[in-house]
């Protein structure tokens, strides 16, 4: 791929770690950066081993490449856009992954349609296209899930009252936090 329709990520830790993976410039692709997936995976050092995660929204895949490195079980990576899925497979198969798959879809369909339940899942839509309130809403939770959200700074979402926020941290650009998913309880 030429420089101008490629760009590079870096796997921050774990057995790829320093593994630079490529993927395509599209609009609106925005690789999580480095120094947050360093913070992420600080928060969830303990979390990671033998999880099952959904990467919704995927893009280049960072957020599922580092939680594969660092020893989940299986990642499921959902995106739209076709040749950013292209890229992750060829991505799994560079990393000779066979534990993740990835899925070339709508990712709010693809969440109504798949309802199973993740221990981990990232959210980070494209920023912009009022993505993150339908998703939240469609996911499917057990009471112990961890759920990671990124969003615009200037966004105030509303997160479901049984979501406990553990951690987060912003910028002037944007805001990422983490919650654990509690039982519901009956209102």
């Known amino acids: 791929m ?13 057995q790829w770690r320093s593994r630079r993976l490529r993927f395509p410039a599209l609009d609106g692709l925005r690789p999580t950066m480095d120094r947050v997936r360093e913070t992420l995976f600080n928060w969830l050092q303990y979390d990671i081993e033998g999880a099952r995660v959904l990467d919704a929204f995927a893009g280049s895949g960072a957020l599922g490449f580092e939680a594969l490195s660092r020893g989940a079980k299986e990642v499921i990576f959902v995106e739209k856009h076709a040749k950013a899925a292209l890229a992750l497979k060829d991505n799994l198969k560079q990393l000779k992954a066979d534990n993740a798959q990835v899925w070339a879809a709508d990712a709010l369909t693809w969440l109504e349609q798949n309802p199973e339940p993740y221990d ?15 998703a ?10 961890l759920v990671y959200v990124e969003h615009e700074a200037r966004l105030s979402p509303v997160f479901p009252s049984h979501w406990d926020e553990l951690k987060s941290k912003s910028t002037k650009e944007f805001c ?3 919650f654990e998913v509690q039982a519901e309880t009956a209102s």
Do not use: C, H, W, Y
């Open 2 to 14: 030429s420089r101008q329709t490629s760009q590079q990520l870096r796997i921050i830790g774990g």
């Open 120 to 134: 981990l899942v990232f959210l980070d839509p494209p920023f912009g296209q009022n993505l993150l309130a339908p």
């Open 136 to 145: 939240m809403e469609k996911l499917t939770l057990l009471p112990g899930a």
């Open 176 to 178: 990422f936090r983490l």
